[in-house]
């Protein structure tokens, strides 16, 4: 539903924010049977979901999409009882992490009964995600609903249609139900802003869910969906992803549909921001780019490459070889992430059909600047503008990247150099991976390299609130534009990861970033799931799906439940 509360109609940002949260509460006080108040939950909220769902609703939310697919494509279970679960359970979330923005549920069991009825009519399921329940980042246009971005000023803003991305999954048979959180600007790697305030993640309240697809990894990591769409373009679907435990895939930008979302600075081609899905599964992130790609989206969206979904045999007698990154030597990792990297890597270093190598970092320090420089090449005046038009204060986190000091109100010229400093390091990279080759092919391209980078999602787990400031982790690969893949493996847990280890700040960032592990220490951010993430080349994203299958394969990841 449209706002009438704006600051258009001469409401005060304050006035704008209580309506849009009391218009939250409206849609989830409409999913059926109420849930009870929960007046002082657990900083670790996920056992809560058995003592309140009903143990259908509990088998149906903890199904990953490929469960689900079968059952529902065959009639086993119907697209109303799962799209019901899927409410409630995302309901309780919202208690419980802050991470709806709107629920849809008259909107998604009307959708559920027609497609339990075409089944029914038919024989046959609709599409490849026949009644599968996808949560939706608020940016993302629904027809006829309020797109803000976050921003107060855009409350208010309806779409006039839906977003391709979401065109497309409807004639697979999807199912949308409910809307995330996303920060002020859009720019945090977590999710906090004045129009509904701060999303906290599921493991552990103090610590945050991530940015900016924030709403989305509290939602998917407390199971309150098994399949949602985040974006990125500095860790925005990585991030969530890995703070709270689940799959999210980076895509090459160019791979699928963006057309249709709302955000500041809208046309800029310096660094191109991606969409892509975060599940409960790996499975469930392979169905749902395939999806994507089969349904030839460039010819609706010519902005996008022509690229079929790949479905070569990558390593076809022989072994998967992978790079691993430690330490970006900017920003030093807590040691939980580093002793699930360990652990992973010493799986890998014992499997047959994997080589590891040491990754030697390239300058990321001169990729952050490259980056940072680049993400508002306005000087960030088009999102102050729009803060400052509704008066809305700027968050902590909105202020340390729209001022960092690598920002600049660039003159065309300008823009054009720091465009040439993007594509010179883009070429030295390439050129670094290329030296990875053993042997060279008979048309003197590089062979036996490196096929993907192992590396950390951030320089430890998920944050506390206000702290999450190192980018450098993710943004590293959005700078490339290089697809990357983040994935579960272990969670802090005091007795494996309360150490206590000196260290010499290598700069300011690094310096407050061990400081905080040093204040909170392994107790401070228990629970909290450890993930990693590999990358590859550029199109190079089917690969390193399939590189993912037999990491997986080998080391039997993740190690905990």
Known sequence: MAATVTIASGATWQEVAADR????????????????????????????????????????????????????????LSALTVVQAFLRRAALAQKLTNCITEALP?????????????????????????????????????????????????????????????????NAGAVFYVRTTQPQTLMHLETSSNLYGVTTNPYNTTLTSGGSSGG??????????CLGIGTDIGGSIRSPAANCGVYGFKPTAGRLPVAGWAGPAAGEEQILPTIGPLSTSFEGIKLFTKTLIDAKPWYNEPSLLPFPWKEDDFFKGRKLKIGVVWDDDVVRPHPPVTRA?????????????????????????????????LYFCDGGAEEKGLMDKSKEPLRPLSDYILNNPHVETHTIPSMYAATVKRDAYRTEYAELWNKTATSTGPNGEPE??????????????APKIDTAKWWGYTSQW?????????????????????????????????????ELWEKYGAEGYKDAPISLQIVGRCFEDEKVLQAFQIIQNNTGIPFVE
């Open 341 to 373: 990297l360990k652990q992973l890597v010493d799986k890998l270093k014992s499997s047959e059909n994997v080589e590891v190598a040491e990754w030697k970092p390239y300058k990321h320090d001169f990729a952050w600047e490259i980056i940072a420089n």
């Open 448 to 461: 036996g390299m490196v096929d993907v980078i192992l590396s950390l999602v951030g320089p430890g787990v």
């Open 216 to 225: 989305e990894g509290a939602l998917i990591g407390f199971k309150g969906s």
């Open 106 to 170: 008259s909107r998604a069991l009307e959708r559920a009964k027609y497609l339990d009825e075409y089944l029914k009519t038919n024989g046959k399921p609709i599409g490849p995600l026949h009644g599968i329940p996808i949560s939706v980042k608020e940016h993302i246009s629904m027809k006829g609903l309020d797109i803000n971005a976050g921003f107060i000023c855009w409350v208010g803003n309806t779409a006039i249609e839906d977003a391709h991305i979401l065109q497309i999954l409807w």
């Open 21 to 76: 949260q009391k218009y939250r509460d409206e849609t989830l006080a409409a999913i059926e049977p109420a849930l009870p108040d929960i007046p002082s939950p657990p900083l670790n909220t996920v056992s809560l979901a058995k003592d309140i769902l009903s143990a259908d609703e509990i088998k149906i939310t903890e199904s990953k999409v490929e469960e689900l697919v079968p059952l529902l494509a065959k009639g086993d």
């Open 478 to 514: 959005n700078l490339l534009n290089y697809p990357a893949l983040v994935f579960p493996v272990d969670k802090v847990e005091i007795t494996k990861d309360e150490v206590k280890e000196s260290h010499s700040p290598r700069n300011a960032t690094d310096k407050e970033n061990w």
